[in-house]
């Protein structure tokens, strides 16, 4: 297959990026967009041109690394799925394809379609956690949960991280990843006694890195490739709501 | 230089020389630890629980990842489970059991005492794990569930979907994040390490490249902790992570660590194929598949080009049912990985490259419905259908063996100390718990093991004779390890020849996956340590990495890893050629019982193979041979049998 490739090209954070040409002629139908990229860098490098930076790891869409958008979507059009699981036979032979970084103020451009996503980090460091030191923990089989809690508390915590909710949402927020993480521990007994300082805490956070707030565009919903449920930001909104009665109530 | 190899195994009888090793290991004073500064290199299970644990416990921790976050290591991949010897399931399980089934897994090549360890301390993994909100699958009343796996008779595997290694991850991920919060842990993603400094004899800091700016560091600690992953990279596909790499515990073998078992490399059965030169990764799929599918070939080699269903039955060759009638489609991997290659190898494997063979639910479908076959394995039908394009339920998935885990590693004592004092290795990095051939289910148990249970009572045994003995990252050791880094960084990118880096690093992996992959000869190995010089030196003449030092580049970081490859490549196939009998998954044609299964040497060949660096200089200089003898003082050595 043959395609037009227009690829954001940024050297760094401070310098001025834009959009070039490159032709991608003989590609595998079943190659995935980054091995396409692997294929067109191959040439730039032996024609002596800078290959196009990208970030990929484990290429089997759970590792969350990857963070472009594809024709203008996060991960591209092929959802769910993160753009390692994009395959080329789902695009026309022909098509001009666009593929940009993910756009978040809060996700400072590292070079080309590379993003600096340390601020999802700093909002997990601000309270996404249950304080168990290793020791302590009581035998596992004391806590018993319902298996309904249990598998919601899963559909949470199945995140894979990648920022694709933030990168797909008008308002940049980047409530599906915080509402994912809250609500996955929330679920869970073994998260109650630091309920109420988590949801806080991360909320703060999240404001603090300059993500926006929710307007139910379910944007992130769709793109998302561990196909998280926008119910879990109506989750978060209670949890933070309870935390803020609480809180005022003395508890 | 290096005296006989000790262990350091703790006396006494087997199920009481952990609880004895504990209680008379050195401790640390709590208003000493945070005089301690501990370098951890990676974060993924073992890292990461590592990190976390020694943070905890008040040591000052510097923690580095090459991955943009510490959540991204490649441990998040693993699907399947987590062994632990919790008998839930009331069904005879014991630790001994758990310790049996996994050095009998590993086709007694390990060491006892730290198999039995790894199993005592499994119940532990399990409730650390839960109480940090780890969401395993549970039972209608609330107790959690258990799933069988691979080589055990008993149902002892811990599971959350087919996400485990996600969840565990994400657990000591949020452990990590705790302590970062709380300072007691510095992170350093997107850092890679390129050398370990050794002063005095003790490993002392290591030289890192900020993969962001270029910058290299010299970092200072009281001891490293190398927690880096396998190696299966080195066949240039495999199911890894694209950056998985050999380049810290080879680099710290450059400096003296000893090599333990490298060529005890693990291949997956059932994988989705290569399909072309373009491709980067395998991906695996699920074992479980072969339970209702049925494997087979054209039994002419003319037929390969047809489309399976225009073969009639009787032009079919259901090879394993045929060799394995006991067995059939569910024989061990090892056995269903190298009938594979024998059928492909006759020219009779289906696919692009004639390198594939059938799982066909035709059969399954006719006789279960569509239904029962989309209710057991719909998710993997899709996975499959999203790669390849194809409809399993329609066509026959076409599958191929993978490289996916490597039980060899940095040779490490009980302490999980390596040879150097203050180096320790972890995980999948370290040798020591899985021997010749890796059972399911058990690296995450591993991981785990070493980082949250392990390491915490052992460092501090070594720590303690060590106040106020770290060098300053001014010192001239760590001025000389810099230099050859930079020296180093310097050949790669000045090197400016026409060949690409990827295809070096194919041409590479294709010669260890014919010569040291699934079933390897003298004739062969010989060949291929023949041919793998000749590839570096082409390599350092005609590679071209592009761009410059003092930047992100991603050419040059693996650039660094491929040229470390190129030579672990040789040190792989020569321990091949040394270990002259087959075990686990090191199958040497010229060893094998008249079914076609391994046959070890126990005579000559119960012993741990750790080689020692003697110098490259374009040339190899042969690496040193250490042998560490393995003592079995509780269990008998069979020949493994499927029967």
């Not at chain 1, 032996?46 to 590792?63: N, Q, T, V």
């Not at chain 2, 039955?313 to 045929?322: A, G, W």
Request: aromatic share 8%; hydrophobic share 35%; proline share 5%.
């Amino acid at each position: 297959m043959n395609f037009r490739l227009k690829v954001w090209r940024q050297s760094n954070a401070k310098a001025e990026g834009k959009l070039v040409d490159y032709d991608a002629p003989g590609i595998p139908p079943q190659a995935s967009v980054l091995e396409m990229l692997d294929i067109v860098n191959e040439r730039l490098v032996l024609e002596g041109e800078e290959p196009i930076a990208f970030d990929s790891d484990c290429r089997e869409g759970i590792c969350g690394t990857c963070s472009m958008s594809v024709n203008g979507e996060a991960h591209g059009p092929d959802h769910p799925g993160a753009a390692c699981e994009l395959y080329m036979r789902k695009f026309r032979d022909g098509e001009t394809i666009v593929i940009e970084p993910f756009r978040v103020k809060s996700f400072p451009i590292v070079k080309d379609l590379v993003v600096d996503r340390s601020a999802l980090d700093r909002i997990v460091q601000a309270g996404g956690f249950i304080s168990a030191r290793a020791g302590s923990a009581p035998e596992a089989n004391s806590i018993p949960v319902a298996k309904p809690d249990a598998d919601l508390s899963m559909e949470a915590a199945a995140c894979i991280g990648c920022g694709a909710c933030a990168a797909a949402c008008p308002n940049a927020s980047a409530m599906l990843f915080t509402a994912a993480k809250v609500s996955h521990l929330a679920l869970l007994p073994q998260g109650e006694p630091e309920r109420i300082k988590r949801v806080v805490g991360m909320v703060r956070a999240m404001d603090a890195e300059g993500f926006c707030n929710c307007t139910n565009t379910y944007e992130c919903e769709a793109v998302c490739p561990a196909e998280i449920s926008a119910s879990f930001i109506a989750k978060l909104n209670r949890e933070y709501s309870r935390a803020s009665l609480k809180r005022s109530a003395g508890e | 230089m290096i005296g006989e190899l000790n262990a350091h195994i703790p006396h006494g009888p087997l199920d009481r020389k952990w609880t004895n090793h504990k209680d008379h290991s050195r401790l640390v004073n709590p208003n000493n630890r945070r005089k301690f500064e501990i370098i951890v290199v990676g974060s993924g299970l073992a890292g990461g629980a590592a990190a976390a644990t020694l943070g905890e416990l008040g040591y000052r921790v510097k923690c580095f990842c090459y991955q943009d976050s510490p959540r991204r290591a490649h441990s998040i991949a693993a699907q399947g489970g987590i062994n632990a010897a919790k008998n839930y399931q009331n069904d005879g399980d014991s630790v001994y059991r758990l310790f049996y089934d996994t050095i009998k897994g590993g086709d007694f090549r390990s060491r006892e005492a730290n198999v039995y360890r790894l199993a005592e301390v499994s119940g532990n993994i399990i409730d650390q794990c839960v109480a940090q909100g780890v969401p395993f699958a549970r039972e209608y009343g609330g107790l959690l569930a258990n799933r069988s796996f691979g080589g055990a008779q008993v149902s002892r595997t811990f599971y959350a979907r087919g996400q485990t290694g996600q969840q565990l991850l994400l657990g000591c991920y949020s452990a990590l994040c705790r302590q970062i919060a709380a300072g007691t842990v510095q992170m350093f993603p997107q850092t890679e390490m390129l050398d370990v400094v050794i002063v005095d004899g003790h490993a002392k800091g290591i030289i890192t490249r900020d993969l962001r700016t270029g910058k290299i560091d010299n970092v200072a600690g009281d001891a490293v902790v190398l927690a880096t992953g396998g190696y299966g990279n080195v066949f240039y596909l495999s199911t890894n992570a694209r950056g998985c790499n050999v380049t810290a515990t080879y680099r710290a073998y450059k400096k003296g660590a000893l090599f333990a078992n490298p060529c005890f490399t693990q291949i997956h059965p059932t994988c989705i194929p290569h399909s072309g030169d373009y491709q980067s990764k395998l991906t695996l799929m699920s074992e479980s598949l072969r339970n209702d599918g049925r494997v087979w070939v054209p039994k002419r080699k003319e037929d390969t080009s047809k489309a399976p269903n225009q073969i009639p039955q009787s032009d079919r060759d259901y090879y394993l049912e045929r060799k394995y009638p006991s067995f059939g489609n569910l024989s061990p991997r090892d056995i269903s990985s190298r009938a594979a290659k024998e059928v492909c190898d006759e020219g009779r494997g289906v696919g692009p490259g004639g390198r594939g063979v059938y799982l066909d639910f035709a059969d399954a479908i006719k006789r279960l419905g569509e239904q029962t076959i989309r209710e057991r394995y719909g998710n993997l039908f899709e996975v499959y259908e999203k790669i390849t394009g194809e409809n399993a339920y329609n066509v026959p998935m076409r599958i191929y063996p993978a490289v996916h885990y490597t039980m060899g590693g940095l040779w490490v004592d009980y302490n999980l100390m390596s040879n150097i004092p203050g180096l320790f290795v972890i995980g999948e990095a370290n040798f020591s718990d899985h021997g010749a051939n890796r059972l399911g289910a058990s690296a995450l148990m591993q991981g785990l093991a070493d980082g949250y249970f392990v390491l915490p009572y052992t460092l501090p045994n070594y720590l303690a004779g060590q106040v106020n003995r770290r060098p300053s990252a001014d010192a001239p050791e760590f001025k000389d390890a810099e230099k050859e880094v930079r020296a180093k960084i310097n050949r790669l990118l000045k090197t400016n020849g026409k060949c690409s880096l990827d295809s070096i690093h194919r041409e590479l992996g294709t010669l260890l996956w014919d010569k040291c992959g699934m079933a390897r000869n003298k004739a062969g190995l010989e060949e291929a340590l023949g041919k793998i010089p000749a590839l570096r030196e082409k390599f350092w003449r005609e590679v071209r990495v592009p761009g410059d030092g003092e930047d992100f580049n991603q050419s040059l970081e693996r650039a660094g890893r491929v040229a470390d490859f190129l030579e672990f490549a040789e040190l792989m196939c020569a321990d091949a050629l040394t270990r002259d009998e087959s075990c686990g998954a090191h199958f040497r044609e010229e060893h094998q019982t008249s079914e076609g299964e391994a046959l070890r040497d126990d005579d000559n060949f119960a012993s741990v193979f750790a080689w020692e660096f003697q110098g490259c200089n374009g040339m190899m200089t042969p690496p040193k041979l250490h042998r560490e003898a393995l003592h079995f003082e509780t269990v008998h050595l069979t020949q493994r049998s499927y029967k």
